[in-house]
């Protein structure tokens, strides 16, 4: 009985530790049914009045899975290529591109960075050249003289604060989006996955987390030399037509159809835009266009004919007049007349100042209004505007007008966003996992207890009381590392139970060993345990560290699985270990004490 | 109630049995794994995965001859655990959107009075499946390689780690084996992704519980049996470990089978192949790793005395 006051602590103190971590779960659990007995309108206003509270026992209780409580789950991948061209700005040109394409397709198949890859590649082709001919940075300390591998550590350093800055504008999207819980991580060096729980508008979020809302305002087309050009190449095309190159045809076709509208260079519906776009990247097509012209599409349809959406080519300037950096402030209006949903924007000192004389400039024609390539609106001038002002209209409702606010506020993308990865599951498919995960750690651990008692008798019983305990310190484990829960979390407890048993099966099997060695009850229990417990560890810890590797290795729901299998380790070691050895002493304190281990 | 009480079998003798048995077993699975290649999921190899659930019967056949013409490929449509809900899998290039909407409006035409809601949907690129399976095949030789260092300190002799090592790979290729052949029949995804990995990694880590119980006992017997023959105090040593092994293999499996029966469509492919692996791996730390174990050691003697 010796040590038993400290093993009985522990005991005290774990379960303690375990009931304050559950509770918040508990309460939480509790508040909710109690809510959902509810009337809606009741609800509303108690959980407004209970907005914290209920907020406070939300963050601190075990939080399930996106595959249980469903959601959608996306890695996007920091396009450091688009970036590395970008941060060259006006010096990039071919070489430059061709050398970052060859460098990205190296890096990728032979797992380099991309950065290294990038100096290899411009060196191999001209050992003497300099990439400072591309990159400046005067607050980095980036000049003509600097050599390739400075330039090296500084396109890595932009790389990683890139991919840090992208992280916290998604985190804005996202928090204004209006998400409980979500969790946006960095994963390996240009990977951020984010995690909405609860979310099933796909699209919009795809949108939102992708979003680069590039705006730009240039000035429209000249009508007459756009219409020239459309007068020139539409006989152009008559002829290669006539020379059978039918590919153009598409675009003959959209052309041929006039809007009356003097800055349209075309009209296209919806599914042709693709293969119009093809013909716009011709190179025949690019030189016969005016000087300082580029066609954009509209974006939102025109006309509709025959059920399909018809949209406008537009020809703009190719000069960009301001884009929008200069945008401090934005916000949902609505316009007086039609009450259409419109995003109302107000730009800083510097912005103001140059809106002004763009526009001072420019009474009478129409300055476009572009985001992501397409053009929103071009309205008129009618007068110098001094306060900033504009707004963008021709979206497709509130919801688009939010979303677009959101992105302009939490700033531009410093690269473009690829999504590698996208998982969704459905709160219905949810709710089944949780059922069935719920059913299968009920009937095994029936099964298992029923068993243990009727193979090992008193000692089986003991062993179940240790099994339940081990699942409340499983679950009070993962509320207090804050793991989350997940379906293959719940296999892990399910495979613990069948497992925990483990160390009881390998003490009492000594013990009865020891018995049938003709030993006395308490000297067998001894020895029982003291005999057992190096297969114990050395089977629990070869079992541990698969866990760590599993967890390393895997993402999301299989990290669940891999924490509750090594949380079950830690927990049944000691409940297996310490709680039914002090039970086995308190029933066997006195010396013609009886336990029967079957 | 007693089981194995005082056994006194000859597992070392049964080897030669045994042997033939678990060669064969691995040279079929060997053979089924490179011969029909390994039937990867879309964590592995990428590409676009959704679980319609809808509200009557459809048809699996009817759906992939009529999605091919659209999607430019056949696409692999599998039931989902009912008749109702349905599993597409496909290649398809395209926005996620795009290629989605495709699907979508056939299967509406196809079905327009049996609405569908989409339950579940996985999209992977190729290059993010690629490293998925670069990380995993890494930990799957990672977790081997600390298993062989942990148990040469903790046994000091290198052929208990080739034995439980050995044991190891013969359960996981086993297991693949299975999976590769029952690609075209299993009525569940049976498909190597990351789920399975973790399921290998489990296989292991279980397996390895068996086999290093033995060998704590071999251990053990080696101090109290000076002078018995080795081949003797290890089989001594399965044979009083017997019970121990039979007993936590009745209740992990048990409970594995729970899961497979009860765990629903998701964790389907998961629970079945702990359920083999568990069969296996008390299997082969009975049959296999101590074997390896003689096996290894005579061998050693010969050479030491000749």
Redesign the interface.
């Known amino acids: 009985m010796k040590g038993n006051g400290f093993k009985i602590g522990t005991i005290v103190f774990f379960l303690g530790l375990t009931i304050w971590y559950l509770m918040p779960t508990i309460q939480l659990t509790l508040e909710q049914r109690y809510m959902n007995n509810m009337p809606e309108a009741e609800r509303i206003a108690y959980e407004n009045e209970n907005r914290v509270k209920l907020q406070n026992l939300q963050e601190r209780s075990l939080s399930l899975g996106l595959?249980l409580q469903g959601g959608m789950q996306v890695?996007l991948?920091v396009g450091t290529p688009q970036l590395l061209i970008e941060l060259a700005g006006d010096f990039a040109d071919e070489d430059l591109e061709d050398v970052i394409r060859i460098a990205a397709e190296r890096s990728?198949d032979q797992?380099t960075d991309l950065v290294d890859e990038v100096v290899a590649e411009f060196e191999s082709r001209d050992p003497n050249a300099r990439l400072s001919r591309y990159y400046r940075s005067d607050s980095e300390n980036i000049t003509r003289r600097s050599t390739n591998a400075e330039i090296a550590t500084y396109l890595k350093q932009q790389r990683d604060e890139a991919v840090d800055r992208a992280m916290e504008i998604i985190r804005t999207r996202v928090d204004r989006y209006g998400v409980t819980e979500p969790s946006i991580m960095k994963q390996g060096e240009n990977r951020i996955i984010v995690e909405l729980p609860g979310v099933d508008d796909?699209?919009r979020v795809?949108d939102l987390l992708r979003g680069t809302a590039r705006l730009e305002f240039r000035l429209a087309a000249d009508p007459d030399e756009l219409n020239s050009a459309r007068t020139n190449i539409l006989s152009y095309f008559d002829q290669l037509v006539e020379e059978e190159e039918l590919e153009v045809n598409v675009l003959r076709e959209n052309l041929i159809t006039q809007t009356g509208n003097t800055y349209a260079f075309g009209v296209a519906a919806g599914p042709d835009t693709a293969s119009v776009n093809r013909i716009l990247e011709r190179e025949d097509f690019q030189e016969r266009l005016p000087r300082n012209t580029t066609l954009l599409w509209g974006a939102s349809p025109y006309a509709q004919s025959n059920g399909i959406d018809m949209f406008e080519l537009i020809g703009v300037r190719s000069q960009i007049e301001l884009t929008g950096d200069v945008i401090s402030e934005a916000r949902v209006a609505f316009d007086p007349n039609t009450n259409v949903p419109e995003v109302s924007m107000t730009m800083n000192t510097e912005g103001a100042r140059r809106w002004a004389r763009i526009t001072g400039a420019n009474i009478g024609r129409p300055v476009a209004i572009i985001l992501d390539n397409h053009v929103f609106s071009y309205p008129v001038v009618r007068s110098r505007i001094n306060n900033g002002r504009s707004s963008i209209s021709g979206l497709g409702g509130l919801t688009e007008a939010e979303d677009l606010v959101n992105i302009l506020l939490s700033g531009a993308l410093p690269a473009p966003l690829?999504?590698?990865?996208?998982?969704?599951?459905?709160a219905?498919?949810g709710e089944?996992?949780i059922?069935?995960?719920f059913?299968?750690v009920l009937?095994?651990l029936i099964?298992?207890a029923f068993?243990?008692i009727?193979?090992y008798h008193a000692g089986g019983a003991i062993a179940d009381l240790a099994l339940l305990l081990n699942i409340i310190f499983i679950l009070g484990i993962l509320a207090g590392f804050q793991a989350t829960l997940t379906?293959?979390g719940i296999?892990g407890i399910?495979?613990t139970?069948?497992?925990a048993?483990?160390a009881n099966?390998?003490i009492f099997?000594r013990i009865?060993?020891e018995l049938?060695a003709g030993k006395t009850l308490r000297a067998a229990i001894d020895n029982g345990y003291s005999?057992a417990m190096?297969?114990i560890i050395?089977?629990?810890?070869?079992?541990f560290?698969?866990?760590i590797?599993?967890y390393?290795?895997?993402?999301g729901?299989?990290k669940g699985?891999?924490v509750t299998?090594m949380a079950g380790i830690a927990a049944s070691l000691f409940s297996a270990i310490v709680i039914t050895r002090v039970v086995v002493d308190y029933l066997t304190r006195e010396k013609t004490a009886k336990l029967s281990f079957? | 109630?007693?089981?194995f009480?005082?056994p006194n079998y000859d597992f070392i003798g049964t080897q030669r049995i045994t042997a033939v048995i678990s060669g064969a077993l691995v040279v079929l699975s060997l053979v089924a794994i490179f011969g029909l290649g390994l039937n990867y999921g879309i964590d592995f190899r990428g590409g676009k995965e959704y679980?319609f659930?809808f509200d009557q019967a459809v048809s699996v056949i009817d759906v992939r001859s009529e999605l091919t013409e659209p999607l430019g490929a056949q696409p692999e449509v599998r039931r989902y655990g009912v008749d109702t809900e349905i599993m597409i899998r496909t290649d398809a290039e395209g926005e996620?959107?795009e290629v989605r909407g495709v699907i979508e409006s056939a299967l509406s035409s196809m079905y327009p009075d049996n609405p569908y809601?989409?339950?579940?949907?996985?999209?992977?690129?190729p290059?993010?499946a690629e490293d998925?399976r670069?990380?995993?095949l890494?930990?799957v030789i990672?977790?081997l390689a600390?298993?062989f260092i942990?148990?040469l300190i903790?046994f000091k002799k290198w052929y208990f780690s080739a034995g439980a090592v050995a044991a190891l790979f013969h359960d996981v290729v086993i297991v693949l084996g299975i999976f590769t052949v029952l690609a075209e029949f299993a009525p569940f995804d049976v498909t190597i992704g990351?789920?399975l990995?973790?399921a290998f990694?489990?296989i292991?880590?279980?397996s390895?519980?068996?086999t290093?119980?033995v060998?704590?006992?071999i251990r053990?017997n080696s101090i109290i049996y000076k002078t018995m023959e080795f081949k003797k105090m290890i089989n001594k040593s399965l044979n009083?470990?017997l019970?121990?092994t039979v007993?936590?293999s009745?209740?992990?499996?048990?409970?594995?089978s729970?899961?497979f029966i009860?765990?629903?469509e998701?964790?389907k492919g998961?629970?079945f192949a702990?359920v083999v692996g568990v069969i296996l791996g008390t299997y082969s730390s009975l049959f296999v790793a101590s074997a390896l174990v003689v096996l290894l050691e005579s061998k050693r003697l010969e050479a030491k005395s000749s």
């Open positions: 595959d890695t991948e990728f797992r796909e699209q795809r690829d999504i590698i990865e996208e998982r969704t599951v459905g219905t498919l089944a996992s059922r069935a995960g059913f299968s009937f095994g099964f298992v068993f243990m009727l193979y379906l293959p296999a399910v495979l139970i069948g497992m048993v483990d099966v390998l099997d009865r060993e049938r005999n190096s297969a050395d089977a629990n810890v070869t079992t560290f698969v866990g590797i599993l390393s290795f895997g993402i729901p299989i699985f891999a299998l079957g | 109630m007693r089981w009480e005082t679980v659930q996620i959107t809601t989409v339950i579940k949907t996985d999209v992977v690129g290059r993010f998925l670069i990380a995993a890494n930990s990672f977790a600390i298993v942990y148990i903790r990351q789920s990995i973790a990694l489990t292991v880590g279980y390895l519980n068996d290093v119980v060998f704590d006992r053990e009083d470990t019970s121990r007993i936590t009745v209740t992990t499996l048990f409970v594995v729970v899961l009860f765990g629903g998701v964790l998961f629970a702990l």
